[in-house]
């Protein structure tokens, strides 16, 4: 099982109440998100994947909005602890890369204790034109996990912010901007759905 946070933050304005988007370079517009590292408490992971994502330290949490067990779609996996890639179902074999915990790969195929696993990153997201970044290999199947969680909560802002902004995170800029709840543009999937399940809450 890995643990997954969503941060819908709010602020009242002279439009009414809005909420905080992130529009990702390359695959449109999302909530700040992310894993909670091992041994984190959920609460203070949303706090600071925000901060991180938005640059936002003035923020309260209101409450936990809800907690969703999601299946991964079929051969998707979660990397649940940092792991060595080797080339070979061995632990002797070349080992020419790294994958952190939390990022989503493909399986390709088991052998005794070994799952070779398929990491692409495409151009852009959903509708990709190509594959800009590739990697396949092997690591320790006790490694993966099909299991994720993921707790949603909803912050207020408790101080002043531009009504867009940019931020640097995980390598890339993020354009953060406020949109009225009343009239939210197009969020990625699967993103959409978890604002269709809070926005009662907010």
């Known amino acids: ?3 997954k946070v ?3 933050i709010t602020r009242e304005s002279a439009r009414g109440s809005e909420l905080l988007l992130l529009a990702h370079p390359y695959a449109g517009n999302q909530l700040p998100s992310g894993t909670v590292e ?3 408490d959920p609460r203070a992971a949303v706090l600071r994947e925000v901060a991180e994502e938005t640059g936002l330290t003035r923020v309260r949490i209101e409450k936990q909005i809800g907690i969703l067990d999601e299946p991964l779609p079929e051969r998707m996996l979660i990397v649940a602890r ?5 080339a070979r179902p061995d632990a002797t074999s070349f080992d020419w890369a790294e994958f952190r915990r939390g990022i989503w790969v493909t399986r390709e195929r088991e052998r005794d204790g070994w799952t070779q696993i398929t990491y692409a990153e495409p ?4 509708n990709a034109r190509y594959t800009t970044y590739h990697i396949t290999g092997w ?7 099909a299991q994720q969680r993921r707790y949603l909560f909803h912050l207020a802002l408790a101080g002043e912010t531009p009504d867009v902004w940019t931020q640097i995170s ?3 800029t993020f354009r953060l901007f406020w949109s009225p709840l009343a009239a939210l543009p197009p969020i990625v999937p699967p993103q959409n759905r978890w604002v269709e399940f809070a926005l009662s809450a907010l």
């Open 38 to 40: 091992e041994n984190e």
């Open 6 to 8: 969503v941060a819908f």
């Open 82 to 86: 940092a792991t060595r890639v080797y």
């Open 1 to 3: 099982m890995i643990a």
């Open 170 to 172: 995980d390598h890339h």
């Open 139 to 145: 690591v320790s199947s006790d490694a993966l996990t």
């Open 123 to 126: 151009d852009e997201f959903p």
